[in-house]
């Protein structure tokens, strides 16, 4: 695979169902980022994994929000409980010498 | 407190002109400072990395300076075109720890014909 991949690219769901989002980062890439984009505004950091280190969890907004990384590789974000203002494009991306490569996003529209 | 700010939402140019986006920050040292492309519906694309210690950087029609006294980031794209049109983001390393980088909100900007 050449990039970043994500799926599902949309997802509905309704307030209060749990939602996984998956994170495939590109091959040999050890840092592994979520960020949250909401319309009109800028990227939020979510998490941060770095290798086998304990990740960075500190832009999780609430106890709802966690996420894995299983075997150094595919990630999984999980919103548990899903509110109205969880909607937003969930990007996530990987990271060679400080240079983020973004997958295309997945869009959670919470009803 | 700590701000990464892009002075435009929106900047209009004509196709031919040279576009200069502005990026300014406080209360942050970056080692390194990144501008990044976004298309509507995809995820940003790494377009140049600026080091503390270099003031300009240049790749094709696109340059950008950095300026750690004034804690400032100038991104040009000169001879624009319309398929420049997108948006912009820059995003800076926040601890010298390689850790997530903080980005602007961006700047669209659209280039007519």
């Known amino acids: 695979g050449a990039g970043v991949s994500q799926s599902p690219s949309n997802k509905v769901t309704e307030k209060g169902k749990d939602v996984e989002l998956r994170c495939d980062p590109i091959?040999?890439?050890?840092?592994l980022y979520w960020y949250r984009q909401s319309l009109g505004q800028g990227l939020e950091f979510l998490i941060y994994f770095q290798g086998n280190s304990a990740p960075d969890k500190s832009g999780l907004p609430s106890d709802r929000f966690s996420a894995e990384r299983t075997g150094g590789s595919v990630s999984t974000l999980t919103i548990q409980r899903t509110q109205q203002e969880d909607s937003a494009v969930y990007l996530c991306a990987s990271s060679f010498k400080g240079t983020q490569y973004f997958g295309p996003g997945t869009r959670l529209t919470v009803l | 407190s700590q701000k990464i700010e892009q002075n435009s939402e929106a900047l209009n140019i004509q196709e031919g002109k040279t576009a200069t986006l502005t990026c300014n920050y406080t209360?942050?040292?970056?080692?390194?400072l990144q501008w990044y492309r976004q298309d509507p519906g995809r995820g940003p694309v790494f377009l140049l990395l600026?080091?503390?210690?270099?003031k300009e950087k240049r790749k094709e029609r696109l340059k950008v300076t950095f300026d750690t006294t004034l804690k400032q980031s100038l991104f040009h794209i000169t001879a624009s075109q319309p398929a420049d049109s997108a948006t912009y983001l820059c995003a800076l390393d926040p601890n010298q720890a390689g850790t997530a980088l903080i980005f602007g909100k961006g700047t669209t900007l659209s280039v007519s014909s």
């Open positions: 091959s040999g890439h050890t840092a």
């Open positions: 600026i080091r503390e210690n270099e």
């Open positions: 209360n942050y040292s970056p080692a390194y």
